[in-house]
């Protein structure tokens, strides 16, 4: 089934159109192919879905490990040679893991596109998982952690909001998950893994770019059409109780030494109109020098060397966490008061007409840059069929957006952002200790 659509988008942006043709293989691949002839360049993607929230509680990291341990080789490609046959044949390559999904991507000249096929069809059907590559992936995920997070100053904080903000959901932990976990975990941990999330029942493939789709479709019957079909997975649903007193907790990071107060709200699922609802007041509060946390408390009133808030969108759930860096002789309940003030003026009046349109410009620009080369095109179609179902939202999500009132966005404030239904983090430095 081939399926376009066109949008016209009004003001200074262009208007954007994304065709693309979308069919499952019998083994229950998904595949999508977008034809842009304007740039000899190709773009083959798998995205699977399993994400950290697909973990054992006991056994979390194993989906961002994935991530590492499956360049490692597979039976016709030798340890170590992925990224050499990628370079040396003009490609460049990456990979990345959430709470939802894992992406790996490829960038090839066009003429290459075969090979990229062959490659992700080798991940998915030869993997070679074997100790040596888990030894040698946990030296690496031990020093990312290390670098990223436990050495980075304020480099836990979603770590520690998360952990306060769900009490049921797998999103209480990370991505990146517990070192002593993939430490204590066995060979057959991984391969069981391996064996239940990466099938094709599970996972999306796209090509974007210049390919001619006659060969492009039968390179992946060719290559994937062979792969067997997973067991279907049974995900269990995990359901938040409603918070309803303000949580109150405190982290200590050694690697500061300016106190931050951070505000966190659990949100709902990317996929309802409410989370692009607090899209818009997360960009209207926080976004960039213009906002209004940012010229009220940073310029005018300098209160704070730093304000912002940003929303993450995800699958089941999302958080929305406003944060702030206070100035000498400045608290960070000095900022949250302040925060707050803003906040209650969102829950109880219309935003102005001029800072509407502005939100609308602002999120029309950031689609057409979403959009703006087969990348990122690859990506969100892989996106928008995994995580919303709907791979047309590549050329309609912005309508929804636009069709957000101010009367939603104030309604949106009203229904999530209250004092009652949030974390309070003091996000500290080592208290000192007295001297006697």
Known sequence: MSISSTLLLSGAVTAQKINFEEYNLDNGLHVILHQD??????????MYHVGSKDENPNKTGFAHFFEHLLFEGTKNIKRG???????????VNNANTSDDRTYYYEVFPSNN?????????????????????????????????NSRYDNQPYGRIIEAVKKNLFANHPYRWTTIGSTEHLEAAKLEDFKAFNEKFYVPNNAVLVVAGDFEQKQAKEWIQNYFGPIKKGNDIVREKFVEKPITETIKATHIDPNIQIPMIISAYRTPSMKTRDARALDFISAYLSDGKSSKLYKKIVDEKKKALQIGAVSFNEEDYGMYIVYGLPMTNYTGQDLLQEIDEEIAKLQ??????????????QFENLYVNDNSNVEGIAENLAKYYLLYGDVNLINNDINIYHSITRE???A?????????????????????????
């Open 348 to 361: 109880t009046d219309l935003i102005s007409d001029r800072d509407y349109q502005k939100l609308l410009n």
């Open 408 to 410: 939603e966005i104030r």
């Open 37 to 46: 002839n304007s740039a000899p360049v190709v773009i083959t993607s798998v």
């Open 113 to 145: 596109l075969e090979l990229a096929l062959w490659m992700e069809s080798e991940r998915l059907m030869h993997p070679i998982i074997n100790q040596i590559g888990v030894d040698t992936q946990k030296e690496v995920i031990k020093e990312e952690k």
């Open 81 to 91: 040679e992925w990224f050499n046959i990628v370079t040396s044949n003009g490609g």
């Open 412 to 436: 949106a404030a009203k229904k999530y952002l209250n004092p009652n239904q949030r974390l309070l983090l003091d996000y500290i430095p080592t208290p000192e200790k007295n001297e006697n």
